[in-house]
């Protein structure tokens, strides 16, 4: 059972930087796509960002590109997201997901993923 931990959310004024991370742990399958996800009050689950672990295809949502880098560290099992420039529009609650298949066209939708951490949260205040 995969296990992913989430940490690194806080609250930053506009124009501010976070950088999230993502522990995972109980890997079964050498690869797997990872995503970050986010989810305001009222709104949708929104695809952020994802990566193959084993290398190759990254997506970033049209609302983050330029300001926001998706990265991983094999040796420690660890996902960031560095997000920079951060804008009010940008406060949600913020997951990690992962599913042991490359990343592919559905790598932004949440039901691609069957493993979730439990969020972090981020607040960009004006």
């Known amino acids: 059972q995969v296990h992913l931990v989430e940490s690194g959310g806080g609250s930053v004024q506009a124009g501010g930087s976070l950088r999230l991370s993502c522990a995972a742990s109980g890997y079964t399958s050498s690869s797997y796509c990872m995503g970050w996800f986010r989810q305001a009050p009222g709104k949708e689950r929104e695809g952020v960002a994802a990566?193959?672990?084993?290398?190759?295809?990254?997506y970033y949502a049209d609302s983050v590109k330029g300001r926001f880098t998706i990265s991983q560290d094999r040796a420690k099992s660890t996902l960031y997201l560095q997000m920079n420039s951060l804008k009010p529009e940008d406060t949600a609650m913020y997951y990690c997901a992962a599913d042991p298949i490359p990343c592919n066209i559905n790598m932004d939708r949440s039901d691609s993923y069957n493993y979730w951490g439990q969020g972090t949260q981020v607040t960009v205040s004006s």
């Open positions: 990566i193959y672990t084993g290398g190759g295809s990254v």
